[in-house]
């Protein structure tokens, strides 16, 4: 995308406003986690959804059957919605979809805040994470295609810290409302899932669609326009236009037709494919949901003082390491390296957590390093794993197959966190193995092969245009010459005055 250097944030500051309003689907998503996770170990809850359980360190317990489709439906939900979007995509544009994301996340809501009975329950979280899907799909899926290409990573990044800005506060409304005796417990909480809902529905009146998805659907004028209002006053939109347009036509002429087979038929979309699943399943092979799903339940079981507050200050520091990320990495920064340092450091806290209470369980001082280690894990995986690998899975997907494949991709890392918050309650549950801080052992090697899948196979395409992405990938570069490749669109762009790309 072709942008004048003088050209600041308050040029673009209309592009800011959409993508700003986007990133509350991802703030929704986690506050979402936030509360969840804490609902199961309030008395509150389990007086209605759990039984006594008098060994316990709160006299109640929930079976591990109903805590594992409490927290994996909505992660199942997400799995089946993303899994759909490249087809719905075909027909209906990033905000209708959106706008479907709103009213199943309202109509989900109702149903939990209004029943006692635990299937009504599981229909309520099945729906919510329909909806959650949609809105972590498609927001990406506009910021990835409305943004330049040098704020697009700075866009990525405030994804993420909505998404772990919404799992504090969802904690921190938990941590408030734990100590009552009834079913306010919780269904404060889950009030704030109204929230983000109604502002997105009448916010999205006063944006465009997606540029790139109004001109894959050839209706270049649309997209004209959508492009004039996102960039700064008096842009060349047209030039970019026509970049947008030539490259899609580039890729069409490998296949008249898109459908979900094309992602693997062609050499270098299956390559594409592969490398944006695989990038996004990043973020499951650390263990994360496991701690951010289960963080109060883990720590009230483990015999952690103060449990909620700990999970509060879990979540700041995820939080923290995200601003961090934001004024130094994304700037300074190389994606490649730091998620294999990410990984490596996140695979070698879990082990050491695992061993640390495997030598000494339920002692205080045990749970102080358990604490400790947490927050070392969370500033990591926030800072140096989460944002890269969704800003991976968005940015290395053909413009032709993008829906369909983010989609894919979002599905099969949706998956990977059902299938860990689906299975952790085994491992945790004083009423099943009862592994707690245990289950770190099956997080360290599996963070260890995905830094060296990292090293090997993942391409770095830091400030480069999804034009200049496309042209990498048709030079068939192996993974480690895309760093210091230099296009041939580019060049002829620098040749133009005032219309250079920016790295």
């Known amino acids: ?9 308050r040029n673009h500051w209309r592009c800011f406003v959409a993508c700003g309003l986007m990133v509350l689907s991802p703030f929704q998503y986690g506050i979402d986690f ?9 008395p509150g809850f389990l007086k209605i959804y759990g039984h006594p359980a008098p060994n316990t360190a709160i006299g109640w317990n929930i079976s591990t059957v109903r805590q594992q489709l409490i927290t994996s439906l909505m992660t199942l939900g997400a799995f089946l919605s993303s899994g759909t979007a490249g087809l719905v995509a075909a027909k209906l544009g990033r905000k209708t979809c959106l706008w479907m994301a709103c009213l199943g996340c309202l109509v989900s809501n109702i149903i939990m805040m209004t029943t006692t009975d635990i299937n009504a329950l599981y229909v309520g979280r099945l729906l919510n ?22 704020y697009r990573g700075l866009f990525l990044t405030a994804f993420q810290f909505c998404t772990s800005f919404g799992t504090l506060i969802g904690t921190i409304v938990d941590w408030a409302t734990a100590s009552r005796p009834d079913r306010s417990a919780y269904l404060i909480p889950l009030g704030l899932i109204y929230i983000v809902p109604i502002i997105l ?16 659907q050839d209706r270049m004028d649309e997209g004209r326009k959508s492009l004039t209002w996102l960039r700064p006053t008096g ?10 347009k030539a490259a899609i036509d580039k890729e069409r002429e490998m296949g008249s037709q898109v459908s979900v087979l094309d992602m693997f038929k062609n050499p270098i979309d299956r390559r594409r494919t592969i490398l944006a699943v695989c990038g996004v399943t990043l973020q499951a092979a650390t263990g994360s949901m496991f701690i951010i799903s289960y963080k109060a339940y883990f720590f009230t079981m483990a015999k952690v003082a103060n449990p909620f507050a700990m999970g509060c200050v879990l979540s700041a520091i995820g939080l923290f390491a995200i601003v961090l990320n934001s004024l ?7 994606r490649r390296i730091l998620l294999m340092s990410g990984l490596g450091i996140c695979g070698v806290l879990q082990l050491i957590v695992a061993i640390v209470y495997d030598k000494n369980p339920g002692a205080k001082a045990t749970g102080e390093v358990l604490v400790a280690l947490s927050c070392l894990y969370m500033m990591s995986y926030n800072g140096m794993v989460a944002t890269y690998a969704w800003l991976s899975g968005g940015e290395l997907p053909s413009q032709r197959l993008r829906s369909y494949t983010f989609g894919l991709a979002a599905a099969v890392g949706f998956f990977a966190a059902w299938l860990t918050t689906f299975t952790a309650p085994y491992f945790i549950n004083p009423d099943s193995l009862n592994w707690g801080p245990r289950y770190g052992y099956i997080w360290f090697p599996s963070s260890i092969v995905a830094g060296i899948w990292v090293y090997f196979f993942l ?42 790309h920016n790295e």
């Open 1 to 9: 995308m072709a942008i004048k250097d003088k050209e600041t944030i």
């Open 34 to 42: 936030g509360l969840i996770g804490g609902l199961q170990a309030m």
């Open 129 to 150: 994470g329909l909806a959650n899907g949609y809105f972590m799909t498609f927001s990406q899926l506009f910021i990835q295609e409305s943004s330049p290409a040098k």
């Open 201 to 216: 529905t009448i916010g999205l009146f006063f944006i465009p669609e997606s540029p790139r998805w109004l001109i894959l």
């Open 235 to 244: 842009a060349q939109v047209d030039i970019e236009l026509a970049e947008i």
């Open 328 to 334: 130094i990495v994304v700037r300074y920064g190389r």
């Open 459 to 500: 391409p770095e395409v830091q400030g480069r245009t999804l034009e200049e992405i496309d042209e990498m990938f048709e030079a068939k570069l192996p993974a480690r010459k895309f760093q210091g490749y230099k296009c041939v669109r580019r060049l002829a762009m620098d040749e133009k005055p005032d219309t250079r």
